[in-house]
C-alpha cells in the first residue's frame, strides 16, 4: 500500500521574514520528526511503500524561492508538494500550534483525490478525535497516541476486510457519529521499534545534532499538562545499549555525535538513569547529549555523573515559582530544591533551560512576583535560558474543562500555542468556529492580575534577557522588585509609544525601537543611581557607539592570507564582527558579584573586552589586555602597520624600548590569529572616510 506521512508543520507560525531571522533556529526547527519517522521506518520493515514530506523543511525551501510569504499561499504549495505522489493513504501528524493549518491542508488533498484516504495521529487530533470528525467530514480516521502497533493493523484492514473494529486506538464515524475503538496497550519494549526513517527525509547530513527517543510516558498529573493524553503515564525507557547502537548507527552514517534525547520525565526513575550514564561512561565513545528532567527528580550527585557521562543540556519544567500555586497545578515542586538544583546544574557547566508560566487563574500579584524571582534566577546563571510563557488552555486537560466556558481569544495569543506575529484569515475562522478544537489558541481570564500586562510582560522579559541580560540583572539586585520595575517600565511605554497593541506590541519588542526606548528608561529610573546598574549602562553605550571593523573599498576584496609576511605599508583593520569596548572597572567582577548577589569587588582603571555585535555580555564577551586594547583601539583602517608601532610605542613605557617593536608585531600577528583584525596591502587598500557609530 502507498502510504504518504506528513509532519506537523512548526516554523509555518511565523510569516515574516524578519521574525523567522529573530525567532528561529532554523536548522532546530527543521530536524526530522521522530514521530513521523518512527511510524516510517515501521511501515518499510514491513514492505509498505511510504513517502515522508516535511512541512518544515518545505517551508524554508518555500520561503527562500517565493517573494510571498502568505501562509495560504503556502498551504496551497504544501498541498500540490503532497499530492505529487499519488498514496493510497495520506497521514498527517499534528500538534496543537499548526492544526488549523494541517486541517486546511488535508481538506485540499481529499478535494484533489476524494477517493483517498485521510487519516490523522499525533497529540492534537488523539484528544480533539471525536471533535474533528464530527466537524470535518474530508477527515477519514484518527488514530489516537502511539501508533506503531496500530497503523499496521489498520493498513492491514484497508487492503483487506475493513474490519475496522478490530484496529486498537482507532476513531471512525459509524452510522455517521463518531465511535472510538479501545486503546491501544502501550508500547512496553520500546527497543522493538526501527530506528527512524532519517533517510525518507534527506538525512542528517551537515547536522551537528539528531533527536533520539528515550522514552515514553509521565507519571504526573500536572492540571495543564497534555503528555498524558498521548503516551499515557506508564513511564518506559529504551535500554542503553540500543540507545547507544542508535547513536553509533548516526554517527557513522551522518557524523553526529551530539543528541537531544526526547523524554519528558527521564530522571524519574534515578538507579536508571545511573545505568545510562555509566553504559555511556564505559562506552568511550564521549557522545553528547541533552535532555528533560524534573528538579525534584535529579540530585547533585546525579547531576554530577550525568555531566561526566556527556550531558550538556536539561530542560527545566518548573512552571511557576509560586509553593501555593505548585499545589494548586498539581505540580508539588520544592521550590528552594528547584533553585538549588539549577544553580548545581549551572556550577557543573550544564546549560538549562527554566520554562515557567503565568497568567494561571489563581495567579496573584505575589504568586507572579515569586515566579519571576526563578526567572531571574536563571537569568543569573550564565548558562541557563529562562523561559516565561503565557498559559494556554489544551484541549482535554483538566485545566480546559474547568475554564472551557470562560476562554478568550485575543489578538496577542499564548505563546503556548504558537509565536508567530500574525494569523492566517482562514486559521481565525476555524478556531472562532471550533473553539473545542482549537482552545489553546485562547487564554483563560486572570480576575486578580491584567491581562495585557501579562502578555506584555513575557514579551518584556524575553527580549530584556536577550539584550541587556546583565544589566536587567543588576536592576533586579538593585530594586529586589522587578515586577514593579516592568510596571514603572510599562507605563512609560504606554505614554511614549500609546498606540501599540496586540501584535504591533509583540513587533515593537523586537525592534531597536524597544532597545533604545528601554536604554532611556533606565537612565531616568532611581535604579540608576546604583553604581552597579550604571556600569552596565556604561557598558551598553561603549557597546552601541564602538566603531566595527572598516570594510575595505579600492581593488582589493580580500585581506592578505597569514602566509603573507607583514609589511609596514600594510593596513591592519578590525573585524567587522566584533566589537571593542573599554571600560573604567573589570566588570567580569561585577557579574560574579550578581551571580551571587553581593556587592562585587570594584577593581577600577582602563578594562578592555571584544565581543561579538550580537553576543552582549556572554560567553562570547572576553577580557583581553591592556595592550591588545590600545592595539586595536589604533587597528582603525586609517594607519599603516608602521603608524600603529609607533603610536603603541609611546604607550607601553614599561617595555625596554628595544622590544617595543618586536611585541607590537607579535600582538598584531596574534590578533590576527584570533580574527581580531583583517590586514590589508596598502598599496591596493583605499579606507572609508568615516565610521559612523553603530546601534
Not at 547502537?245 to 552514517?253: E, K, N
Request: glycine share 6%.
Amino acid at each position: 500500500m502507498n502510504v504518504t506521512l506528513v509532519t506537523a508543520p512548526i516554523a509555518t507560525d511565523f510569516s515574516d521574514r524578519c521574525e523567522i531571522a529573530s525567532c528561529l533556529d532554523e536548522r532546530e526547527v527543521s530536524e526530522p520528526q521522530l514521530g513521523v519517522l518512527s511510524l516510517a521506518a515501521v511501515l518499510q520493515s514491513r514492505g509498505d511503500n511510504v513517502r515522508v514530506v516535511d512541512l518544515d523543511q518545505a517551508y524554508f525551501a518555500y520561503l527562500k524561492t517565493s517573494k510571498d510569504t502568505c501562509p495560504r499561499v503556502f498551504s496551497e504549495e504544501a498541498a500540490r508538494l503532497i499530492f505529487a505522489d499519488r498514496a493510497d493513504v495520506y497521514g498527517f501528524s499534528s500538534i496543537c500550534s499548526s492544526y488549523p493549518l494541517t486541517i486546511r491542508i488535508a481538506q485540499a488533498i481529499k478535494a484533489a483525490q476524494p477517493e483517498s484516504i485521510i487519516l490523522l495521529g499525533g497529540p492534537q487530533a488523539s484528544v480533539v478525535d471525536r471533535q474533528t470528525l464530527a466537524a470535518f467530514l474530508f477527515v477519514d480516521f484518527v488514530i489516537r497516541g502511539e501508533a506503531e502497533l496500530a497503523l499496521p493493523v489498520f493498513l492491514d484492514e484497508l487492503a483487506s476486510a475493513r474490519q475496522l473494529n478490530l484496529v486498537p486506538s482507532l476513531t471512525y464515524r459509524w452510522q455517521s457519529e463518531p465511535h472510538r475503538n479501545s486503546t491501544a496497550p502501550v508500547i512496553e519494549d520500546l527497543d522493538s521499534i526501527p530506528l527512524p526513517a532519517y533517510h525518507l527525509v534527506g538525512g542528517l547530513h551537515g547536522a551537528t545534532r539528531a533527536s533520539l527517543e528515550l522514552g515514553r510516558g509521565c507519571p504526573f498529573a500536572c492540571t495543564f499538562c497534555s503528555t498524558n493524553d498521548f503516551f499515557r503515564r506508564r513511564f518506559r525507557l529504551r535500554s542503553p545499549n540500543r540507545v547507544l547502537l542508535d547513536m553509533r548507527a548516526l554517527a557513522a552514517a551522518y557524523g553526529v555525535r551530539e543528541f537531544e534525547l526526547v523524554h519528558d520525565m527521564f530522571t524519574v526513575d534515578k538507579r536508571r538513569v545511573e545505568s545510562f550514564c555509566e553504559a555511556m561512561l564505559a562506552s568511550g565513545e564521549a557522545f553528547k547529549w541533552a535532555c528533560s528532567a524534573r528538579t525534584d527528580c535529579v540530585d547533585e550527585k546525579l547531576l554530577e555523573l550525568m555531566s561526566r557521562a556527556g550531558c550538556t543540556r536539561i530542560f527545566f519544567g518548573v512552571e511557576t515559582g509560586s509553593p501555593r500555586l505548585q499545589k494548586i497545578i498539581d505540580k508539588h515542586l520544592d521550590l528552594e530544591r528547584a533553585e538549588q538544583i539549577i544553580s548545581t546544574t549551572e556550577q557543573l557547566g550544564i546549560r538549562s533551560t527554566v520554562s515557567l508560566i503565568t497568567g494561571f487563574p489563581e495567579e496573584t500579584q505575589e504568586d507572579l512576583q515569586q515566579t519571576l524571582r526563578m526567572f531571574m534566577l536563571s537569568v543569573r546563571c550564565p548558562r541557563s535560558v529562562p523561559q516565561l510563557n503565557v498559559l494556554a488552555p489544551l484541549a482535554e486537560t483538566p485545566l480546559y474543562w474547568e475554564h472551557r466556558d470562560e476562554l478568550i481569544l485575543g489578538e496577542l495569543c499564548s505563546d503556548m500555542s504558537r509565536q508567530g506575529a500574525s494569523q492566517e484569515v482562514e486559521d481565525l475562522r476555524l478556531i472562532k468556529t471550533y473553539p473545542e478544537i482549537f482552545p489553546n489558541f485562547y487564554l483563560i481570564p486572570t480576575p486578580r492580575l491584567d491581562l495585557e500586562s501579562i502578555l506584555e510582560l513575557r514579551e518584556f522579559a524575553l527580549n530584556s534577557v536577550e539584550h541587556f541580560r546583565w544589566l536587567l540583572s543588576a536592576i533586579d539586585q538593585t530594586t529586589r522588585d522587578i515586577l514593579g520595575f516592568f510596571l514603572g517600565w510599562r507605563n512609560y511605554r504606554l505614554r511614549t509609544r500609546s498606540g501599540l497593541r496586540g501584535l504591533d506590541l509583540r513587533r515593537y519588542y523586537r525592534t531597536g525601537d524597544f532597545r533604545r526606548d528601554f536604554i532611556s528608561f533606565v537612565q531616568s529610573n532611581p535604579a540608576a543611581d546604583s553604581e552597579i546598574v550604571q556600569i552596565f549602562l556604561e557598558y551598553t553605550d561603549a557597546l552601541r557607539y564602538s566603531k566595527l571593523g572598516i570594510t575595505p573599498t579600492g581593488q582589493i576584496t580580500e585581506p592578505i592570507t597569514s602566509q603573507d609576511r607583514l609589511r609596514w605599508s600594510d593596513i591592519p583593520v578590525r573585524s567587522n564582527d566584533i566589537s571593542l569596548v573599554e571600560l573604567s572597572c573589570d566588570i567580569q567582577r561585577v557579574i560574579d558579584g550578581l551571580k551571587l548577589q553581593i556587592e562585587p569587588v570594584w577593581e577600577r582603571g582602563s578594562h578592555f573586552y571584544v565581543a561579538s555585535e550580537r553576543s552582549g555580555i556572554g560567553e562570547r564577551f572576553q577580557q583581553i589586555s591592556t595592550e591588545l586594547g590600545r592595539l586595536l583601539q589604533a587597528c582603525d583602517g586609517q594607519r599603516s602597520v608602521e603608524e600603529v608601532s609607533g603610536q603603541l610605542s609611546t604607550e607601553l613605557c614599561e617595555i625596554n624600548e628595544s622590544l617595543r617593536t618586536y611585541v607590537i608585531v607579535r600582538l598584531l600577528q596574534g590578533a590576527r590569529a584570533e580574527g581580531l583584525i583583517n590586514v590589508y596591502r596598502g598599496d591596493t587598500y583605499r579606507p572609508k572616510s568615516k565610521v559612523g557609530a553603530t546601534s
